[in-house]
Nanobody
Framework: QVQLVESGGGLVQAGGSLRLSCAAS????????MAWFRQAPGKEREFVSA????????YYAEPVKGRFTISRHNAKNTVYLQMNSLKPEDTAVYYC????????????????????WGQGTQVTVSS
């Protein structure tokens, strides 16, 4: 069983930055791929980024490429999402997820690839 707790959300102006963190419980953190998804009001949950257990492979959704960076610190059981050049359309609840890694970006972009989810953290970008 893995428990995930997100933090770091908040209100920021367009063009600003935020760094989200997701702390995981358990001794097997390194064995899981980690991902960030987001869900805006009235919309489906969408993939943002994923990272393999070693951190050597990362995937990004097109809308965030070049602006967001995913990373992980396995000794701290934590995954991060650095978000720069934020836009109002980035406003959403951001969720952290954990699951087995598959070397296929289409698979890792699906919610079904993940076994564990956090409660989410709100990110609001004002124009």
């Amino acid at each position: 069983q893995v428990q995930l707790v997100e933090s770091g959300g908040g209100l920021v102006q367009a063009g600003g930055s935020l760094r989200l963190s997701c702390a995981a419980s358990g001794r097997t953190f390194r064995s899981y791929a980690m991902a960030w998804f987001r869900q805006a009001p009235g919309k489906e949950r969408e993939f943002v980024s994923a990272i393999s257990g070693s951190g050597g492979t990362t995937y990004y959704a097109e809308p965030v490429k070049g602006r967001f960076t995913i990373s992980r610190h396995n000794a701290k059981n934590t995954v991060y999402l650095q978000m720069n050049s934020l836009k109002p359309e980035d406003t959403a609840v951001y969720y952290c997820a954990a699951g087995p890694f598959v070397r296929n970006p289409d698979v890792m972009a699906g919610t079904g690839a993940y076994d564990y989810w956090g409660q989410g953290t709100q990110v609001t970008v004002s124009s």
